[in-house]
């Protein structure tokens, strides 16, 4: 299991940005996959967006052009930069990692966006 210590979230106004980081215990090059997920209340955990070892990156259709995903394989860091932010992604975000089939996830982070 790898331990993941997320941070950045906060409170910022519609069209602001915010950018999340999270550090892994270990190297991310041994990582397979990476992403950060959301969660608001009563509603289903769901992918904002991944990257792989290899830089592929996937996002959720409500986040393209707005969001964007990179790792600093150095610091053993995963960002989110989140641009344009608007109130309907208020949620917890969680940092996520994939290694070997098996995932690990961070304590998440408030992201409050007011109108």
């Known amino acids: 299991q790898v331990h993941l210590v997320e941070s950045g979230g906060g409170l910022v106004q519609a069209g602001g940005s915010l950018r999340l980081s999270c550090v892994a215990s270990?190297?991310?090059?041994?990582?397979?996959?990476m992403g950060w997920y959301r969660q608001a209340p009563g509603k289903q955990r769901e992918l904002v967006a991944s990257?792989?070892?290899?830089?592929?990156?996937n996002y959720a259709d409500s986040v393209k052009g707005r969001f964007t995903i990179s790792r600093d394989n150095a610091k053993n860091t995963l960002y989110l930069q989140m641009n344009s932010l608007k109130p309907e992604d208020t949620a917890v975000y969680y940092c996520?990692?994939?290694?070997?089939?098996?995932?690990?996830w961070g304590q998440g982070t408030q992201v409050t966006v007011s109108s």
């Open positions: 270990r190297s991310i090059f041994s990582i397979n996959a």
């Open positions: 990257i792989t070892l290899g830089y592929t990156t």
């Open positions: 996520n990692a994939k290694r070997d089939g098996i995932d690990s």
